[in-house]
């Protein structure tokens, strides 16, 4: 019989028992779409916590810190392989006071070296990288938190109200000179002397809506100008290392080489963060937790699978004669077995394909709707605009649910032809029809 042949034959009995097949393939296609819905929450949450990381943190960064009472060999970092660029910012122990015209603003003043900060690819909302000594790079927000005395006063007024941010400079900062005193965190007045910068960068927006970026990133050259100014106005003794806190950041070529710069740096006996380790150990604990809502899912296919075991079953009773009629031309047993493996896997394919649809518009449907039922529920309208992934459906999972439907529906099938294949020819013919 002809591969064609076959196929018309296992079409026309399936037309035969139009309901019984179609109650069969819906239970088929319930357990399967269970399945992938079920996994896919799985790799939404996944996807989510990926996403947020790495919103945080560059994918080729690596923090490196000292052990105490020691310090960083940089010359020793640089000659490691794949090391693009060192980034050290040392955070000042003083408030910054910035003035352009009218407006003042105190933040923090962050030394840097920015060829190393270009190297990094440190990124910009405007302006360029500074190029001289007094050329320096604001903060995202350091514009619109400028304010007059006036509207620090009204903000002050409004706090309780809750008011959006009032005033703020308005122009552009590119190419405006700011005036910037130092003042100790135990007094109440900047000391007196005082520097002119120019603006020239801003950076980009911070990755997430609250983090308000007004720092001040300055040239690494003004270290000893900056320590002179707070140690002559202080009372008290200052030593370096009550004066500056050191940031060390290392940025490898390619997002391939983070674990390797990582290792090496500790076998250097330093104390090292990378995102690529975060996200190793979310992917391990994502990875059992996926298995286990797979193995949950497959239950349901399972179960599924006894709506098709008894719908074989039912068919090899009802086609006993049918059988015993092709066995006496000359059917082999193989061929018989084959016919209704082949039913049986319709079953299990035409429930799958519908399954994969029906998945893909339920999981569609809850990113859409979960996020404004979940800000109603909580009275947070903020909540609808985050970027949060209920559901997502890899390919990966596509397959891996296909194979399970698909393979059930074969092994429910195969017992009963198995007994299809063991039918007597002359008790088979001796029924009627």
Known sequence: MLFKDQVDFVRQHIKKN??????????ATMGCAFLIVLASIGFGIQDTMRKEILQDQAITEVE???NADEELDISQIRSLEHVDAIVQRLNLNAM????????????NVILTNFDEEQKSNLQL????MPEKDNEIIVGYQFAESLLTDAERKEMEQNAEENAEQIGGYKDSLIGKTISLSLQ???????FQEKWNFTIVGVTEKPARDWIIDTNVLVNESWKDKFKEVIVANSEIEVVEADLFYAQTKVFTSSLEHVKSVTEDLKKKGYNVYSVSEQLEQIDVFFMAFKIGLIFVGTVAVLISSIGIFN????????????????????????????LFLMESAWIGIIGTVLAVIISYAVSFLANLVLPMVVGAALGDEDIQNLSITF???????VVIASIISIGVAMISG???ARKATNIDVINALRQEL
């Open 18 to 27: 139009k309901l019984r097949v179609f109650m069969t393939v819906l239970a």
């Open 64 to 66: 490196v810190y000292p």
């Open 96 to 107: 910054a006071n910035s003035q352009i015209e009218d407006r003042t603003l105190q933040g």
């Open 125 to 128: 909302s405007e302006g360029r």
């Open 184 to 190: 100790s965190y135990e007094t109440e007045e900047a």
């Open 311 to 338: 719908t074989m079953t039912m068919a090899v009773t009802e086609r006993t004669r049918e059988i015993g009629v092709m066995k006496a031309i000359g059917a082999s047993p193989k061929l018989i077995q084959r």
């Open 391 to 397: 559901s997502l459906i890899p390919w990966q999972l």
């Open 414 to 416: 195969w017992r009963p």
